[in-house]
């Protein structure tokens, strides 16, 4: 198996600008659908956003993994590994915060959104620079 430490870095700091203005942009609608969100601070302390930089850089070193291993070269593999991994894990769990937690159906569509626009970009990221 294969990394490219580069690419895992980029794709991890890429989703974390992304998901930094995707949340920023969604502010308001979290804060009415969440008493969490609403309860929380404008601006995450600092060791919140490094804690985020890192998972980002993970979930970025297992998906370059998954690309390495399964061999995958284009971009419609690497958008169709996306797509699986986004159904197989992040749409469970949030179905099951929706349907067993009285989670918001809109919160957790602002929070699958994020995360297929992040399994995507990391996936295309890490398989073009292999």
Known sequence: MHLN?????????AVFVFAAGYYIALAEPRRRLSPAAAAQPRRPPPWLMGLELVKSVVV???????????????????LVLAIVLWIAFPVVLLVGSVTQENVPWKL????????????VIISIIVTLWR
Request: aromatic fraction near 2%; proline fraction near 0%; charged fraction near 5%.
């Open 5 to 13: 430490l580069a690419a895992v870095v980029v794709g991890g700091v």
């Open 60 to 78: 970025a070193a297992v998906v370059a993994g998954l690309v390495s291993i399964g061999g995958i070269t284009s971009v419609a593999s690497a």
């Open 108 to 119: 957790g569509a602002i929070h699958a959104g994020d995360w297929l626009a992040k399994l």
